[in-house]
């Protein structure tokens, strides 16, 4: 198997890569001029939104795992360039190219409602209106019409593995005025690579899989694990399922996280 991944030098990537290939998958990372990769992965140079970079990175490949996005600008340009117009891209690069490949979109769960009056699940309707999620759902819609064997991961809030993700979420929650009671699926990055690892399988095909540990932990909490001094409020929470997803089609599938909370990466010192 050789497994092309986008997006290899970001928060993800470069975790993912160093456990595929620890497992002894052949990968190759799709970068940019002048960046680096793990050791062990073939560097192919390109940009997905450079199409004629694309047929060398996707030659002969058995999976693509498309990584690559933009989220935290306001540059909202830029977002839908990259992740719908780039995913556009990609899609046509591998289906002529390298058409019996399969393709494993990392997608998001913010692409579910802040009113939702349950969990985000698969088959809920989904219109996001700012532009990261709204990018995310076209760039879903452009693989579903593709003639490719496609895999959707709805992907959390990731952390672990000292990536300092965990230790800026309560600046950046309390900057948005979250509550301190409200509750987010989660994910380490041990488990994102036991997902995709899964999904390569063909675990995943032709569906849309929600991804997260077994406990969607507060604010509150998650600051107090980083030594951050969150806000108390004993306000009623307005909306309680935002952020958090129902995870039972994953479960179905066989996915099983290996590090189940917080917690447990805590106690294992995994954070």
């Known amino acids: ?141 452009l693989l579903r019409a593709s003639g490719l064997t496609w895999g959707i991961l709805r992907l959390p809030f990731i952390y672990g593995d000292r990536d300092g993700h965990l230790e800026s979420l309560p600046e950046l929650a309390a900057g948005m005025g979250w509550h301190p009671a409200q509750r987010l699926s989660v994910c380490h990055h041990a488990d994102i690579a036991t997902a995709f690892a899964l999904a390569l399988t063909g675990a995943f095909d032709n569906r849309t899989v929600n991804i997260a540990d077994e406990s969607p932990l507060s604010i509150y909490e998650m600051s107090q694990l980083v030594g951050y001094s969150y806000g108390s409020s004993a306000e009623p929470l307005r909306q309680p399922w935002r952020g958090q997803m129902d995870v039972s089609l994953a479960r179905s599938l066989g996915f099983t996280p290996t590090i189940s909370t917080i917690y447990e990466a805590v106690r294992s010192g995994a954070l």
Not at 76 to 100: M, Y
């Open 1 to 141: 198997m050789t497994v092309l991944v986008t997006g290899g030098t970001g928060l993800v990537g470069p975790r993912l890569l160093g456990r595929l290939t620890a497992a002894g998958v052949e990968c190759r990372a799709l970068v940019r001029p002048g960046r680096d990769v793990p050791e062990g992965v073939r560097r192919v140079e390109g940009d997905v939104l450079s199409p004629e970079s694309l047929p060398a990175a996707v030659e002969a490949v058995t999976a693509v795992i498309h990584l690559a996005a933009v989220f935290r600008t306001r540059d909202d340009e830029q977002i839908w360039a990259v992740n719908r117009d780039g995913t556009r891209n990609l899609i046509a690069a591998v289906e002529k190219h390298a058409p019996q490949a399969r393709f494993l979109l990392a997608s998001t769960s913010h692409v579910y409602g802040a009113d939702s009056t349950h969990p985000g699940r698969e088959d809920d309707p989904v219109a996001p209106t700012l532009a990261y999620p709204a990018s995310k759902i076209e760039a879903e819609q």
